[in-house]
């Protein structure tokens, strides 16, 4: 049974960082690609950040230069390194695998002062 499982959202201050985590069982990390996606209050959910198997990254624009994502194949662990973080970064962070319909629960991200 495939379970991803978020950790390390919270509140953080506007320019601050945080670095999330999706924990990965029941499958292989290494054999797909992942992705972190979020969906703030009111608004559909996004693609922010994906990472292939060959650790090909790419962002929405939004996040480029703040956020980056990484991957270790050991720990079957995705992580979400945010950087700079603003206001608008406030979100539920969902990690998502290889644009198939497996999804964690999310992590909440709030930034505010």
């Known amino acids: 049974q495939v379970q991803l499982v978020e950790s390390g959202g919270g509140l953080v201050q506007p320019g601050g960082s945080l670095r999330l985590s999706c924990a990965a069982r029941g499958i292989i990390l290494r054999l797909y690609s992942m992705g972190w996606y979020r969906q703030a209050p009111g608004k559909q959910r996004e693609l922010v950040a994906s990472?292939?198997?060959?650790?090909?990254?790419t962002y929405v624009d939004t996040v480029k230069g703040r956020f980056t994502i990484s991957r270790d194949n050991a720990k079957n662990t995705v992580y979400l390194q945010m950087n700079s973080v603003k206001p608008e970064d406030t979100a539920v962070y969902y990690c998502?695998?290889?644009?198939?319909?497996?999804w964690g629960k999310g992590t909440l991200v709030t930034v505010s002062s």
């Open positions: 990472i292939t198997t060959g650790e090909s990254t």
């Open positions: 998502n695998l290889g644009g198939l319909d497996y």
